[in-house]
């Protein structure tokens, strides 16, 4: 039997001893996953995202997807009226889709939201999302844009912050299956106006979404966070941004 050593590595040069780094396994709770790359799947959210670490208004759902052998497969986005949708009364006006190269990235951007005018955005989006959470026919879906998300081929790294006037900064980041890779991953996501987000393709394969809009697209609103350059690598502005206090 091998005599038990603590230093495992003795048998190393200097060099190479210096260099190394163990890569830490350890689950972690998921609030302190939702900040770290590739962390979290959206499987993990589906069903209602703890309201200590989950952005309000934010919804990932489960979806269904039925693969047929040597033919392909089969998925519904969403029926008008049913399941999570005609639960929080919000049905797109626009459908679009887009595809990003395998190693590209989509920047940060945000939809501006309604305020009324006889209140402050801090005290209106209290209302909204502390004081009366399920009154979703207070939600002014005709006149911001809130985003429903579908992925139908490859894996999104997708990233969330919350940049409500007087709402807490949370931030959210986790991966999406295509529909191609069948699994508990295989969501959709729902992201409120206010809500900045970006999505990176982490995959060999091209990403291929899908999503509607509760407006229809109107270039004014839409806020993008510049940053240099959309890369395989996550850019350097993204980090600065993500890691503002």
Partial sequence: MAESSPDLWRGLSDVARA?????????????????????????????GIPAEVGIPGVEVFHRRVFHQRYRGYFSEF???????????????????????????????????????????????????????????????????????????????????????????????????????LRGESNVGVVIPAGVAHAIRSASSQDLIMVYGTSTVFLPENEGRIEHGIETPETPADWEKFWNLA
Avoid at 78 to 91: C, D, N, P, S
Avoid at 120 to 134: G, N
């Fill in 78 to 180: 969403a029926r008008e009226g049913e399941a999570l949708l005609g639960k929080i009364g919000l049905w797109p006006k626009q459908w679009a889709t887009a595809k990003m190269y395998s190693g590209t990235s989509k920047g940060f951007h945000i939809h501006p939201p309604a305020i009324p005018a006889d209140t402050t955005p801090e005290a209106w989006f209290q209302r909204l999302f502390v004081e009366e959470p399920t009154n979703y026919s207070l939600r002014p879906y005709d006149k911001e844009q809130w985003d429903v998300m579908f992925f139908i081929q490859g894996i999104c790294e997708m990233f969330l912050i919350d940049e409500r006037a007087g709402m807490p900064r949370k931030k959210m980041r986790f991966i999406i299956e295509g529909d191609d």
């Fill in 19 to 47: 260099a190394l780094q163990t890569r830490d396994y350890s689950g972690g709770s998921l609030g302190e996953r939702l900040q770290q790359t590739g962390r979290v799947d959206a499987r993990e959210l589906v069903g």
